[in-house]
């Protein structure tokens, strides 16, 4: 079994920032690229930024400068700090890891529950 768990969405005004922390548990052989996806209301699942193994870096458009991903491989935990928070961030939160559960086993998606992030003033 493996688990992704997410924390630290909230409530926050416009121009103010969160971090948001996920951590992946479980019987995990190996974790190759770990993200975050967001999901508004009444829109589609949408890629916020991910990070491979190596460190290599992809942000949505709408983000970029404004949103930092990182990750610590020795904790298994992949976080993302929002900075300059708009209305428009306005979703729910989910963290995604292509995740291989044994040695010989291919890697595949899991997605934690999601965590609401509420930018209003």
């Known amino acids: 079994q493996v688990q992704l768990v997410e924390s630290g969405g909230g409530l926050v005004q416009p121009g103010g920032s969160l971090r948001l922390s996920c951590a992946a548990s479980?019987?995990?052989?190996?974790?190759?690229?770990m993200g975050w996806y967001r999901q508004a209301s009444g829109k589609e699942r949408e890629l916020v930024a991910t990070m491979s193994t190596g460190g290599s870096t992809n942000y949505a458009d709408s983000v970029k400068g404004r949103f930092t991903i990182s990750r610590d491989n020795f904790k298994k935990t992949v976080y993302l700090q929002m900075n300059s928070l708009k209305p428009e961030d306005t979703a729910i939160y989910y963290c995604?890891?292509?995740?291989?559960?044994?040695?010989?086993?291919?890697?595949?998606?899991?997605w934690g529950r999601g965590t609401q992030v509420t930018v209003s003033s």
């Open positions: 995604n890891s292509k995740i291989s559960r044994y040695a010989w086993d291919r890697a595949r998606d899991y």
């Open positions: 479980g019987t995990i052989s190996r974790i190759n690229d």
